[in-house]
């Protein structure tokens, strides 16, 4: 029996990411939950090995796998429709994979032309515009050139191109699957330093991983951690 909460959240509550007895089973049993859990920090961090449904879970939150049973509220939603609407996702390599041999100018003109209305052509985007387009996810780290091939960047500089894309569509929440995907510890830090600065400014980021030594990567306030 699913719980009775309100269909839209306040988008002003403290608690940005919200489960209640939250679980999703598939043919062969359950993928994860019954959960609760409640994070008021602007980082969460879900931790658990492989095949322990991370990624379910984080497609729950983003609207984009519906439970079984409970309930998600993220950005003030739990309708899958507005969560959809309202968080962005990166790092699902069947959703937001990025083809080798586009640039990243031109991944950066499908996404746009992705989400602009259908009668709205997306022109070649000129290097300042791709600079521009790129800085809310780069930040003060050095960017790629608008002409830089997919498969010519660096794990790092990929998957801030991602984020990027993601943020193009004005999320409220953002959600990141596969975070150990970076190998070393360097590239790693990098990426939380960015995604600690994208979440102070106000969207709340759920990222997932095998590894709970991650949570420390994130600048204050401390994660909070989801276990499965």
């Known amino acids: 029996?699913?719980?009775?909460?309100?269909?839209?959240?306040?988008?002003?509550?403290?608690?940005?990411?919200?489960?209640?007895?939250?679980?999703?089973?598939?043919?062969?049993?359950?993928?994860?939950?019954?959960?609760?859990?409640?994070?008021?920090?602007p980082v969460t961090v879900v931790c658990g090995p492989r095949g322990s449904g991370r990624t379910s879970l984080l497609l729950s939150l983003a609207g984009r796998m519906r439970l079984s049973a409970g309930d998600a509220s993220v950005a003030g939603s739990i309708r899958p429709a507005a969560l959809r609407k309202r968080v962005g996702i990166a790092g699902f390599d069947d959703i937001?994979?990025?083809?080798?041999?586009?640039?990243?100018a031109g991944a950066l003109r499908?996404?746009?032309?992705?989400?602009?209305?259908?009668?709205?052509?997306?022109?070649?985007?000129?290097?300042?515009v791709v600079r521009e387009l790129l800085a809310d996810a780069f930040g003060a780290l050095e960017q790629p050139s608008a002409?830089?091939?997919?498969?010519?960047?660096?794990?790092?500089?990929?998957?801030?191109?991602?984020i990027a894309l993601a943020l193009l569509e004005s999320p409220e929440a953002l959600v990141l699957d596969d975070f150990d995907q970076l190998r070393s510890?360097?590239?790693?830090?990098?990426?939380?330093?960015?995604?600690?600065?994208?979440a102070a400014t106000g969207i709340p980021i759920v990222i997932a991983t095998t590894d709970p030594e991650d949570a420390a990567r994130f600048t204050a306030p401390r994660p909070t951690v989801i276990a499965l």
């Open 1 to 41: 029996m699913r719980t009775a909460l309100p269909q839209d959240l306040d988008t002003g509550s403290p608690r940005p990411i919200h489960l209640h007895e939250a679980a999703v089973r598939g043919p062969r049993g359950p993928v994860f939950g019954p959960l609760t859990a409640t994070s008021t920090t």
């Open 96 to 104: 937001d994979g990025l083809e080798p041999t586009a640039s990243v």
């Open 110 to 128: 499908e996404r746009l032309a992705w989400v602009a209305p259908w009668y709205r052509r997306v022109p070649r985007l000129a290097p300042d």
């Open 147 to 162: 002409d830089t091939r997919v498969r010519d960047l660096g794990p790092v500089d990929a998957l801030l191109l991602r």
């Open 185 to 198: 510890a360097a590239e790693r830090d990098l990426v939380a330093l960015r995604l600690s600065e994208i």
